[in-house]
């Protein structure tokens, strides 16, 4: 069974940094890899996507912020996220698409695999 598992959030001050993983176990193969963020009574809306060619794609919200990448030898996705926001406090998961959609997918219904998610909280 496919395994996708968050690590690394948790409290800090804006202005801040925090590195997001995610640990990837028994996915044979992917198109895209993703960040997702979701804050309570909102919908989980798309950060962050990295092709398995290694194509990245970013919201507006995370350019110039964000970066996605990938250790494909660790089998993990990474979120660096730096110039932290109060905004930017949700529950962040990551996710894995096995079927082509589009060249930058950024919706939820675009992925098959999703991580239980790591809470990011920032402060001001």
């Known amino acids: 069974q496919v395994q996708l598992v968050e690590s690394g959030g948790g409290p800090v001050q804006a202005g801040g940094s925090l590195r997001l993983s995610c640990a990837v176990a028994r996915l044979p193969s992917y198109v895209f890899m993703g960040w997702f963020r979701q804050t309570p009574g909102r919908e989980r809306e798309g950060v962050a996507t990295?092709?398995?060619?290694?194509?990245?794609c970013y919201a507006e919200s995370a350019k110039g912020r964000f970066t996605i990448s990938k250790d494909n030898a660790k089998n993990t996705l990474y979120l660096q996220m730096n110039s932290l926001k109060p905004e930017d406090t949700a529950m962040y998961y990551c996710?894995?698409?096995?079927?082509?959609?589009?060249?930058?997918?950024?919706?939820?219904?675009?992925?098959?695999?999703w991580g239980q998610g790591t809470q990011v909280t920032v402060s001001s």
């Open positions: 990295i092709a398995s060619g290694g194509t990245t």
């Open positions: 996710a894995a698409q096995t079927r082509y959609t589009t060249w930058c997918p950024l919706r939820q219904s675009e992925y098959n695999y």
